[in-house]
């Protein structure tokens, strides 16, 4: 049995003497391989970390596959899209945001709007919404419960906020991607910080509750909303270290490679 985690869990007994994580386990960053081997005791031996992939034929920018290039569609008012779940702690990062972050953001820049992609809102969190809405005397909060055709909103977007897979697949449409996930908040995902924000999964793991302790967001998504040239080249600079490290063709040769040596 091979298994591929995604996310950590309690180290609790059962994890430790049960046989779930099967004979061979993939990591799909760093962290999670770390946590594995360090927390759950794991043998090294049987842990491999392979990143998520991305099929950049299916996610790319606007000008790729002969769309419209890049620059002559004018995305007017901004758009900051959030793409996640109600449930768990990922529903908790996308509260924490329409109560700490997006009432200050949204006011100061009156045409900007913050799309939310995601099932499972709560009659409280619909409540959320139209109370912010309400007070800004417009709808500045859109809440799409599907996200059919996630590529189109990601191209659309002046700026992707998420983790995860979402953190990827935002880079790989050419869009500059602010990290928030279920553990931590890398923010403003550039060649600095890439490789410690890759390390959580953009977020996903790593220190517990940063982003409740940091807001620094609010100044982030402030100044990307100010400089439309720097969202650029980081959309840009992003594509280019998708396609360079989480492309399908390159990624998915390495998880095959695994399955095959178990192959009799």
């Known amino acids: 049995m091979i298994v591929t985690i995604h996310g950590r869990w309690r180290n609790h007994f059962a994890a430790r003497a049960l046989p779930c994580l099967g004979d061979k386990t993939i990591a799909v960053?760093?962290?999670?391989?770390?946590?594995?081997?360090?927390?759950?005791?794991?043998?090294?031996?049987?842990?491999?970390?392979?990143?998520?992939?991305?099929?950049?034929?299916?996610?790319?920018?606007?000008?790729?596959?002969?769309?419209?290039?890049?620059?002559?569609?004018?995305?007017?008012?901004?758009?900051?899209?959030?793409?996640?779940?109600?449930s768990g702690q990922k529903g908790n990062v996308v509260r924490y945001l329409l109560k700490e972050i997006m009432?200050?953001?949204?006011?100061?820049?009156?045409?900007?709007?913050?799309?939310?992609?995601?099932s499972g809102a709560l009659s409280e969190d619909r409540k959320?919404?139209?109370?912010?809405?309400?007070?800004?005397?417009r709808e500045a909060v859109i809440l799409n419960e599907s996200g059919e055709n996630l590529t189109a909103l990601y191209q659309n977007a002046s700026m992707i906020v998420?983790?995860?897979?979402?953190?990827?697949?935002g880079m790989a449409c050419g869009r500059v991607v602010v990290a928030i996930g279920e553990s931590s908040a890398p923010g403003i995902i550039s060649q600095e910080n890439f490789d410690s924000a890759f390390?959580?999964?953009?977020?996903?793991?790593?220190?517990?509750?940063?982003?409740?302790?940091?807001?620094?967001?609010?100044?982030?998504?402030?100044?990307?909303?100010?400089?439309?040239d720097k969202r650029e080249n980081l959309g840009h600079w992003g594509r280019e270290i998708v396609l360079k490290k989480f492309d399908v063709n390159k990624v998915a040769n390495d998880i095959e490679r695994i399955y095959k040596s178990y192959v009799a």
């Open 128 to 137: 959320m919404i139209e109370d912010l809405n309400r007070s800004l005397n």
């Open 103 to 118: 009432p200050t953001v949204l006011k100061n820049y009156s045409t900007t709007i913050f799309r939310i992609v995601s």
């Open 162 to 169: 998420g983790s995860g897979r979402v953190a990827m697949e």
């Open 199 to 228: 390390d959580s999964n953009f977020g996903d793991c790593g220190v517990w509750n940063l982003f409740l302790k940091e807001n620094r967001l609010l100044q982030e998504i402030s100044d990307l909303l100010l400089n439309p």
């Open 29 to 86: 960053c760093p962290y999670l391989e770390r946590y594995l081997i360090e927390d759950i005791k794991r043998p090294a031996s049987t842990i491999s970390m392979i990143p998520n992939v991305i099929d950049m034929g299916t996610l790319h920018p606007l000008g790729i596959l002969g769309q419209v290039p890049i620059g002559t569609c004018p995305r007017i008012p901004e758009e900051i899209l959030f793409v996640g779940r109600f």
